[in-house]
């Protein structure tokens, strides 16, 4: 079954309702880690200038904003978080007049809109960019779940894929063709949100995945494995999980 992603209207650019799946309080603190995820609170490094000589070498860390970068497949090596991940740094800006008006500017930056943010104690909505400019790995145990302040929605990776193939390589692409591509790990991330709901965590869950079965109503009486069948039929994945059919 073709992921139902080909009537997607082609746009660069998203309002804050159409880019994130949530933001804030209603992010869900068992949603796997996922690419676009934006978590504050994270130590990251100020690297000098100059370079410094070998040997150990003091240098500034900052708390800062930071958005998840590896695709979904390069945030998890089976049941487990990486023990390191790619982030960009998200700084708040004052306007998007940089991206141009056909949004196709500033080729090095996402545009994070309507960030909710803490000022003088208060949450405050403004206007951010993440930097693929200044890419930095650090250890994920990092990026806590109760500091994760955005999760994209699927439209909104679609759109962060086409900005870093324009970043990475200058190649033109749709927004219905990127969202194609993680259309299966899109669906994985909410069995797996599934899974841990069930167990508690993603112990077994690859394993599961790759576990021939019969499935009622798919290939009656011929065996097939939950990740054969999780871009197309979801919602049978997320029953055998729980046990109840997904709404």
């Given at each position: 079954m073709n992921p139902p992603t080909s009537a997607v209207e082609d746009t660069n650019w998203?309002?804050?309702?159409?880019?994130?799946?949530?933001?804030?309080?209603?992010?869900?603190?068992?949603?796997?880690?996922?690419?676009?995820?934006?978590?504050?609170?994270?130590?990251?490094?100020?690297?000098?200038?100059?370079?410094?000589?070998?040997?150990?070498?003091?240098?500034?860390?900052?708390?800062?904003?930071?958005?998840?970068?590896?695709?979904?497949?390069?945030?998890?090596?089976?049941?487990?978080?990486?023990?390191?991940?790619?982030?960009?740094?998200?700084?708040?800006?004052?306007?998007?007049?940089?991206?141009g008006r056909d949004r196709t500017g500033a080729k090095d930056k996402f545009a994070l809109l309507d960030l909710p943010v803490l000022s003088d104690g208060q949450e405050v909505r403004l206007s951010h960019v993440a930097d693929f400019g200044r890419l930095v790995t650090v250890p994920s145990s990092y990026l806590r779940p109760d500091r994760r302040i955005a999760c994209l929605s699927h439209m909104?990776?679609?759109?962060?894929?086409?900005?870093?193939?324009?970043?990475?390589?200058r190649a033109p692409s749709t927004l219905a063709n990127t969202m194609a591509y993680t259309y299966k790990q899109w669906n994985e991330a909410i069995a797996m949100q599934a899974w841990i709901r069930r167990y508690g965590s993603l112990k077994g869950f690859s394993d599961w995945t790759r576990s021939p079965r019969i499935f009622p109503g798919i290939a009656p009486g011929a065996p097939m494995t939950p990740g054969q069948i999780m871009a197309g039929a979801l919602e049978v994945v997320l029953d055998a999980i729980t046990g109840t059919a997904a709404e």
């Open positions: 998203l309002e804050a309702e159409q880019l994130y799946l949530c933001r804030g309080s209603a992010c869900e603190i068992d949603r796997p880690i996922f690419q676009g995820d934006v978590f504050r609170g994270v130590p990251f490094p100020i690297m000098p200038s100059t370079p410094p000589p070998p040997g150990r070498a003091e240098f500034d860390v900052v708390e800062s904003l930071v958005m998840v970068v590896p695709h979904p497949c390069q945030c998890y090596q089976g049941d487990n978080l990486r023990k390191r991940l790619t982030v960009a740094p998200v700084t708040a800006v004052d306007s998007y007049g940089s991206f909104g990776l679609g759109l962060l894929a086409k900005r870093l193939l324009q970043y990475q390589l």
